[in-house]
């Protein structure tokens, strides 16, 4: 006996005892299921991997970059959308005010010639990181990232 007919004898052994017979249809209907089960878990896992492509983001005007590690969001910072160099944040005016709605940061390029990229209102650059790593977990979510 090879071990293709030592498990099918075992198969038939359990469908005998659990249902009290053993027709071949029970098998194919049991490897069908198993495959089905095999695809919807591939899928699962390729659907919940796909974001990683997912890299950068068009934000305030200037490009944001990041990577990921272990799920989780890392190296977040903003690129000049014409050199492609990091930006330099200045977020001084933020300490000298108490109101948010005058809290403003600007996103400098340096290469360009200390050129303002973006002015954000609202916070300071660990509000807006905050803001932005949001925003692209939102879009993860929504799965609204692909198209653009
Ligand atoms: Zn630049």
Redesign the pocket.
Known sequence: MNYIEMVMGYIKLAFINIFGYYEAWMLWLCVLVAMLFIVLIVSIFSKSEEYRKFRSISLYNVIWKWKYKKGQIISLWCY?P??G?PLLCDDEYCRSTMMLTSKTTFLI?P??GDIEKSRIVGGDRNHILKMVRFEIQKRIKNNTYKSG
């Open positions: 000049c014409e050199c160099s390029c290469k360009c």
